[in-house]
């Protein structure tokens, strides 16, 4: 009997632990809060969403809202994991502010200080820049973000390479959105510490936060069954797209988490560095982080979603703005097929955590708004409704610009060389190489992070469409040098120039000539401009090139009248103009930039 009670309560304590609810109550914002964020959803064109909120040191709601892939009908849940993009930032920041608690570096101090070699466009902003600086968008640098966006680059590799980045504005001047600054602010972090980024955070974050499912990669979503599913709007239609690897950038945007692990982040934020009795970070640090450093001038496009806000600022991992007389504390995320917003009112005690598995949507603007008026009181708007309005005229003002460009093409020209000379290796000191291939009578553009196929568009211009379907288009245009050789690849919607450079060295096998055939190109040749003479001579059964003051050259055929020249840079070749059995003509090919053509001497 004895053990047949005991089953039995085994029985109901497991009953009660599955029926038990979470450790966090349902405290929806307002009684309409399910119906308005399930119309949002249907109106916005978002598949799922999960948030959570946070008041008083509590969890008050978590939910989650659709599903976590379009087709499939499983719902998307407060465990959902979705990708938080740059709300990842404020976790690089409070890692640099923990090792400011520490001693071990300083907010002002030289970032060169810490990252030996590192090294900017401007020596000037190389010796001034300041840990601060990397964190609070003011390196006066352009983007950049295709350095990092889909290639192989490694952390260190980026970091080296944005010596090269030009700048755009003066530094400290104005703000301008970087992502590489943070990443050489997390290899700080990784140098300080004597760990990596990664590992700083979860062991710093993670763990004393409790946030279990949490990780800075996507290789770590393997182990969860519980995953949304990244959708992206492409040519009207909504689109399952891939998760994205980025690592290469990961201290700018790589965390994944879902809406209750993040709720724990905020408890963090908002108790000022205590968590549960327990203090990760000094008030200071945190109010530093809170404080602005930056001025964002209330200007379009900010002014399209920031529309009540009488001031907004950037202070070290966080947008900072007002809402109805409270200071709002936020970052936004976006990478590929996943929107998020970790936002909070530190004077309210108030903060939530909105992710959604849709491309750069800014519905978790709105339903911020939205509750905040709930807990403040206030006669509660439809923000949901006026920002959809507002985004569909700015997508509109894209689509006229669209139409724009595609007016302007110039209809019945033609590419001024033939398709074969395009086609070749081209370089920049900053992004790389890249390749455009002839491919079954097309072009074919290789970057280092994408492939796309070029189309004519107009004289030397081309339009190229990304093989990665939710890039869309672009042009790529070619400029010619005085010799009517192509010179330069320019993609300038990424602003973007790749110059032309030696082809790589060409493994086309040899052919077999007898050394009669090879005879007939033997002669001497002559151009006029510039004024030059050489020699073609066959010695030992070999075909040599003989140029006035220069080495013996051999060529070794390609084909039967196209000869590679051997100990000279790749891409230079010689090639043979026959008719009836007799050179016409011949051109000495140095490189993508530079023909000689000679005629035989009479």
Not at 51 to 77: E, H
Request: aromatic share 10%.
């Amino acid at each position: 009997m004895r053990s047949i009670k005991y089953s039995r309560l085994i029985a109901l304590a497991i009953l009660l632990l599955i029926a038990s609810p979470p450790a966090y109550s349902q405290e929806a914002p307002s009684k309409d809060f399910d119906d308005y964020v399930n119309k949002a959803l249907k109106d916005w064109d978002v598949p799922g969403l999960a948030i959570a909120i946070v008041k008083n040191d509590k969890v008050v709601f978590a939910r989650g809202y659709g599903v976590r892939k379009l087709g499939d009908a499983t719902p998307v849940d407060e465990k959902t994991m979705f990708a938080i993009g740059s709300a990842s930032k404020a976790f690089t920041s409070a890692s640099i502010a923990m090792l400011m608690d520490e001693g071990k570096l300083k907010w002002d101090d030289p970032a060169t200080k810490y990252l030996p070699g590192f090294q900017l466009f401007d020596p000037y902003v190389t010796r001034e820049v300041a840990v601060r600086d990397l964190l609070c968008h003011r390196s006066g640098l352009e983007r950049g973000d295709f350095l990092w966006y889909g290639t192989s680059y490694s952390r260190d590799e980026i970091v080296r390479r944005v010596r090269y980045l030009k700048p755009t504005w003066s530094f400290r001047s104005m703000f301008g959105y970087q992502n590489i600054m943070y990443l050489a602010a997390g290899q700080i972090v990784a140098g300080v510490s004597g760990k990596s980024w990664d590992d700083f955070i979860r062991d710093r974050f993670f763990k004393p936060l409790g946030m279990t499912s949490s990780s800075t990669t996507i290789s770590a979503l393997k182990n969860s069954e519980d995953v949304a599913t990244p959708h992206a709007k492409i040519d009207g239609k909504v689109e399952t797209v891939p998760w994205r690897n980025i690592d290469n950038i990961a201290p700018a945007g790589s965390i994944n988490s879902n809406a209750v692990d993040m709720a724990q982040w905020l408890r963090l934020q908002l108790g000022e560095g205590m968590y549960q009795g327990q203090r990760l970070i000094s008030s200071g640090g945190v109010k530093e982080m809170h404080t602005a450093q930056t001025v964002i001038r209330m200007e379009p496009p900010w002014t399209l979603f920031y529309r009540d806000a009488h001031f907004l600022n950037y202070g070290l991992g966080w947008f900072l703005h007002d809402h109805r007389g409270r200071k709002v504390v936020e970052h936004g995320g976006n990478i590929d097929g996943m929107s998020a917003l970790v936002a909070m009112i530190p004077e309210e005690k108030l903060g939530m955590v909105i992710l959604t598995n849709m491309n750069g949507t800014p519905l978790p603007s709105a339903l911020a708004s939205r509750v905040y008026d709930s807990y403040l009181g206030a006669e509660p708007r439809d923000y949901s409704a006026d920002m959809l309005k507002t985004y569909n005229a700015f997508l509109e003002q894209g689509r006229l610009a669209q139409k724009k460009i595609e007016d302007s093409r110039v209809k019945g020209t033609s590419p001024t060389l033939a398709l074969d000379k395009y086609a070749g290796a081209y370089k920049d000191e900053m992004y790389g190489a890249a390749k455009v291939n002839l491919e079954n009578g097309k072009l074919v553009l290789t970057t280092p992070g994408f492939a796309g196929d070029l189309e004519h568009w107009n004289y030397d211009t081309f339009r190229v469409t990304w093989r990665e379907r939710s890039l869309g288009k672009a042009l790529v245009t070619f400029t010619l040098n005085a010799r009517g050789a192509v010179d330069e690849m320019k993609l300038p919607d990424l602003e973007i120039g790749f110059k032309r450079g030696p082809d790589a060295a060409d493994a086309t096998p040899g052919v077999k000539l007898a050394e009669a055939d090879l005879a007939k190109f033997g002669g001497k040749y002559e151009a006029k401009v510039p004024p030059i003479e050489v020699s073609v001579e066959v010695v030992g059964g070999l075909l040599k090139l003989i140029v006035p003051g220069q080495p013996v050259y051999t060529l070794t055929p390609v084909s039967s009248t196209r000869f590679r020249i051997e100990g000279a840079p790749a891409g230079f070749f010689v090639q043979f103009e026959v008719a009836e059995e007799k050179v016409k003509s011949v051109t000495i090919e140095q490189g993508p930039s530079m023909n000689f053509k000679l005629s035989p001497k009479p």
